[in-house]
């Protein structure tokens, strides 16, 4: 028969028992043996091993030194059933209540200050009704309190029905710790740090099993007690390093520094950048009463060991109620969960450009007094957050992180101040705004930041004090970008509840002057010369440049308008560049065949479309002006010119087919001309012109411009079908596509040197840029500047100065610099 001694190692140490099943029999002179759960004896201690008469496990004698039995080994009590997780030097302990199941685990604690100390000073009877209703509002899974007294957790039982406690009431003021579970409890134990001073600790079925401790360290009230802690910290720390599975460790720490709990994270360092303290002297009366040095304090923490993710990290309690505070403390919600897959998060670097917000609508009084226009009113969620250039990403991940969350109501009243700045408070109810904001940091885990629900009016606290409140239902977050030196604006509505997603379009551009009149007066100025282009086909935009032939050009009479004629440099065809009352005017000055093609061209597309004339302006306008305003339109940057829009409109026009439902089907293999079908060509687009000489007009088309082409001309052709037409001509989304731009800065007089050679930049960048577009018109005009897009994945800075180098050499005082995605203002 082996010894008390071996035998009580064997159930320690065996992993086939559970020491938590089994109790020791002690002797005691002219009693009864004393029955001590197996984790409270202590090997060593005052109860020599002579005195151990018997071990039972499941209420079975299974060694008893007077009987001679020893069968441990050979009975199936004590055994592991579900391996217990809270071992020696826990102590087992019997939850009180029966919770329901659930998933996930959000856990809240608090120390709740007793009423034991300074009573006329804390207000209890006040405070009690207030500490209840924020503990319900808050939706803890596990609720951890501190300092808590008999009627207090009579109170709790009352206020939450549904949670199992930890504790005895009738002992609960030993330690003043409390555990409440709305969770399955599977275990529930404890560990002694000494007098008054213990964890407690409960694990919960969140889907996992989860371990939660709590625990209320020695404060500095008491002499040593900085040393008195570190030695707690230690006994914690042993005790938790071999239960299995994730920890949850939470509590009042007394100390607002580094805390050496070994293996756990700090699960609001984690989420925020701050040390928001959690006793605040400054701020909060009641801790002013307490605290002994006046200094803020971040003394409550909530640590995490294991895989789950923290998902949100938010203080309660944090403002007063009719002046008075809860507690001395700020109590601490956190939410855990698993980590979201790889797929369900963008973890980019966010910038100050873009936002994730909510915005209340008009508001004139708001509107009164804000002092800033860059940003409409509004309550921020993320900010900064993704650049535009992921909002194709990311959009869709905002969606299933509201998906989740039931439209609220809000009421905007009262009145709160960051330093100088003055805002607006929304978050009488601040779980909803809590729970949207933790539901979009799970997804944009890199846009995390100090969270206060607010709504900034200026930094004026007088005016803003006179708004009156009102009544907003949040049903929708909107994503927000500035683009240039511009306001944010909204780029796309989400909405609550369901997820779904609405765009929003720029307006668009409002149409040019009517030049119609000027082309007339120079035409008649000028004896001898031809309309070309589209004011010689028809269908031409109202304020569409004036393109005229002549071999003899009269030079004399374009000075007589009033204006110096240019010559234009480095062209194939010699002409002259002048503008008169705002139009622009190419002057052709030859008679070869491409001159003269040109006069034949416009005459050769006129009598195509014949009698359907009236329907070819028509039809040529509407695409014209779609195919500026997304950009399409320029031959020098890549684009079509005016001469094969018109052929494309007069081919659907003569065949009674809606232009982009044909063009957007079209294999742009096969090539276009006015009449018949010629063959194939290998060019990525080819578009005939009309007469001799015969040739492409669209040769400068690549296969990624014409890839940008069918994307366009599809776009346009779901929008006729719709028949939304207001967003035909809306500015593109090249902010979407473009994570940077190359921006090229000339003075004005080489302008158009710069056009000409823009598709040798284009070639230049092409075999290292997926899809470079580059934007016909000047994004400034002093310097005149044009923007290049760079595609989803661009260049690095330096990179893009090697590819650019020669093309820049031969382009005096003319430079190309990298710019971010947000820089470029929107593309009109």
């Known amino acids: 028969m082996r010894t008390s001694e071996q035998v009580y190692h064997q159930v320690r140490w065996d992993s086939r028992l559970d020491p938590a099943r089994f109790v020791v029999g002690v002797a005691q002179r002219g009693r009864e043996p004393k029955r001590v759960p197996f984790a409270a004896f202590m090997p060593g201690g005052?109860?020599?091993?002579?005195?151990?008469?018997?071990?039972?496990?499941?209420?079975?004698?299974?060694?008893?030194?007077?009987?001679?039995?020893?069968?441990?080994?050979?009975?199936?009590?004590?055994?592991?059933?579900?391996?217990?997780?809270?071992?020696?030097?826990?102590?087992?302990?019997?939850?009180?209540?029966?919770a329901a199941g659930g998933t996930g685990l959000r856990v809240l604690t608090w120390n709740t200050l007793w009423d034991r100390f300074d009573r006329e000073l804390i207000h209890t009877a006040r405070r009690r009704p207030l500490l209840l209703d924020l503990i319900a509002a808050a939706d803890a899974d596990v609720i951890a309190l501190q300092e808590v007294e008999r009627?207090?957790?009579?109170?709790?039982?009352?206020?939450?029905?549904?949670?199992?406690?930890?504790?005895?009431?009738?002992?609960?003021?030993?330690?003043?710790?409390?555990?409440?579970?709305?969770?399955?409890?599977?275990?529930?134990?404890?560990?002694?740090?000494?007098?008054?001073?213990?964890?407690?600790?409960?694990?919960?079925?969140?889907?996992?099993?989860?371990?939660?401790?709590?625990?209320?360290?020695?404060?500095?009230?008491?002499?040593?007690?900085?040393?008195?802690?570190?030695?707690?910290?230690?006994?914690?720390?042993?005790?938790?390093?071999?239960?299995?599975?994730?920890?949850?460790?939470?509590?009042?720490?007394?100390?607002g520094g580094t805390l050496p709990v070994l293996g756990m994270r700090d699960a609001w360092t984690e989420l925020h950048d701050d040390d928001a303290p959690t006793f605040d002297p400054v701020g909060n009366p009641l801790a002013a009463v307490s605290s002994l040095s006046g200094r803020s304090a971040r003394l409550d923490r909530v640590f995490v060991r294991g895989t789950a993710a923290v998902l949100r990290a938010d203080l309660v309690g944090t403002r007063p109620v009719d002046g008075l505070f809860a507690s001395d403390h700020y109590g601490v919600v956190v939410d855990l969960g698993p980590r979201p897959a790889e797929s369900d998060v963008l973890d980019v670097p966010p910038t100050p450009r873009t936002a994730v917000v909510w915005l209340p609508g008009p508001w004139p009084e708001v509107d009164a007094v804000r002092e800033s226009t860059r940003w409409p009113p509004h309550v921020t969620l993320l900010f900064g957050f993704v650049p535009e250039s992921d909002f194709d990403r990311a959009v869709?991940?905002?969606?299933?992180?509201?998906?989740?969350?039931?439209?609220?109501?809000?009421?905007?009243?009262?009145?709160?101040?960051?330093?100088?700045?003055?805002?607006?408070?929304?978050?009488?109810?601040?779980?909803?705004?809590?729970?949207?904001?933790?539901?979009?940091?799970?997804?944009?885990?890199?846009?995390?930041?100090?969270?206060?629900?607010?709504?900034?009016?200026?930094?004026?606290?007088?005016?803003?004090?006179?708004?009156?409140?009102?009544?907003?239902?949040?049903?929708?977050?909107?994503?927000?970008?500035?683009?240039?030196?511009?306001?944010?604006?909204?780029?796309?509505?989400?909405?609550?509840?369901?997820?779904?997603?609405?765009?929003?379009?720029?307006?668009?551009?409002?149409?040019?002057?009517?030049?119609?009149?000027?082309?007339?007066?120079?035409?008649?100025?000028?004896?001898?010369?031809?309309?070309?282009?589209?004011?010689?086909?028809?269908?031409?935009?109202p304020d569409a440049d004036l393109d005229l032939v002549a071999p003899d050009p009269p030079l004399d009479r374009v000075r007589a308008l009033g204006v110096e004629p240019v010559p234009v440099v480095g062209a194939r065809t010699p002409g002259y560049r002048f503008a008169v009352s705002g139009l622009s005017v190419d002057l052709l000055a030859s008679d070869d065949d491409i001159a003269t093609g040109a006069?034949?061209?416009?005459?050769?597309?006129?009598?195509?479309?014949?009698?359907?004339?009236?329907?070819?302006?028509?039809?040529?306008?509407?695409?014209?002006?779609?195919?500026?305003?997304?950009?399409?339109?320029?031959?020098?940057?890549?684009?079509?010119?005016?001469?094969?829009?018109?052929?494309?409109?007069?081919?659907?026009?003569?065949?009674?087919?809606?232009?982009?439902?044909?063009?957007?089907?079209?294999?742009?293999?096969?090539?276009?001309?006015?009449?018949?079908?010629?063959?194939?060509?290998?060019?990525?687009?080819?578009?005939?012109?009309?007469?001799?000489?015969?040739?492409?007009?669209?040769?400068?088309v690549t296969p990624g411009f014409r890839d940008l082409l069918t994307r366009e001309l599809f776009r346009a052709w779901e929008i006729v079908e719709s028949g939304d037409l207001g967003t035909l001509c809306a500015p593109p989304d090249g902010h979407r596509v473009h994570a940077a731009w190359a921006v090229v800065t000339t003075p004005v007089e080489r302008v158009g040197l710069v056009r000409g050679r823009m598709r040798a930049l284009l070639g230049a960048l092409e075999p290292h840029v997926a899809e470079p577009h580059a934007w016909p018109r000047p994004i400034a005009h002093d310097p005149v500047r044009f923007a290049v897009g760079l595609g989803p994945t661009p260049p690095s800075p330096a990179t893009l100065a090697d590819l650019v180098a020669p093309w820049v050499a031969g382009l005096p005082d003319v430079e190309v610099a990298w710019t971010g995605n947000g820089s470029v203002p929107t593309l009109r």
């Open 46 to 98: 005052d109860v020599p091993w002579h005195r151990v008469l018997f071990l039972e496990a499941d209420g079975e004698v299974v060694w008893d030194r007077a009987a001679g039995i020893d069968r441990v080994a050979e009975s199936g009590a004590g055994r592991v059933r579900r391996g217990r997780r809270l071992r020696a030097p826990f102590t087992p302990a019997e939850p009180h209540g029966h």
């Open 151 to 255: 009627d207090l957790l009579a109170a709790l039982t009352r206020h939450l029905p549904g949670y199992a406690l930890d504790a005895d009431p009738a002992r609960v003021e030993d330690t003043g710790l409390v555990l409440l579970s709305r969770l399955p409890v599977l275990e529930s134990a404890r560990l002694d740090l000494g007098p008054h001073k213990a964890v407690h600790a409960i694990v919960v079925d969140a889907g996992d099993p989860v371990t939660v401790a709590v625990t209320h360290l020695t404060s500095d009230h008491t002499a040593g007690g900085a040393a008195i802690r570190t030695a707690q910290l230690a006994v914690i720390a042993e005790a938790l390093a071999p239960v299995e599975g994730d920890v949850v460790l939470v509590g009042d720490f007394n100390h």
């Open 396 to 541: 869709p991940l905002v969606a299933d992180a509201v998906e989740e969350i039931a439209p609220f109501p809000v009421r905007v009243e009262g009145v709160g101040t960051f330093g100088d700045v003055v805002w607006l408070d929304p978050a009488a109810r601040p779980a909803p705004w809590a729970e949207l904001h933790a539901a979009l940091l799970r997804r944009f885990p890199a846009c995390r930041a100090r969270f206060t629900p607010h709504l900034t009016v200026g930094t004026t606290e007088r005016a803003a004090a006179r708004i009156p409140g009102r009544d907003f239902g949040v049903g929708e977050v909107v994503v927000l970008s500035r683009r240039g030196d511009g306001p944010m604006l909204p780029r796309a509505v989400v909405g609550l509840g369901t997820g779904e997603v609405r765009w929003i379009e720029e307006p668009p551009t409002p149409p040019g002057p009517d030049l119609d009149a000027v082309a007339d007066r120079v035409v008649a100025a000028l004896p001898g010369v031809h309309v070309v282009g589209s004011r010689a086909i028809g269908g031409h935009l």
């Open 599 to 700: 006069i034949t061209d416009a005459a050769a597309v006129r009598a195509a479309v014949g009698e359907r004339h009236a329907s070819f302006v028509r039809v040529v306008r509407v695409v014209k002006a779609w195919a500026r305003a997304r950009g399409v339109d320029s031959a020098p940057f890549g684009g079509l010119p005016g001469l094969a829009w018109s052929v494309l409109a007069a081919r659907a026009v003569c065949a009674g087919t809606e232009f982009f439902a044909t063009w957007a089907a079209w294999d742009w293999h096969d090539p276009v001309a006015l009449h018949g079908q010629p063959a194939r060509t290998g060019e990525a687009v080819t578009v005939l012109t009309p007469t001799a000489p015969i040739r492409s007009c669209t040769g400068q």
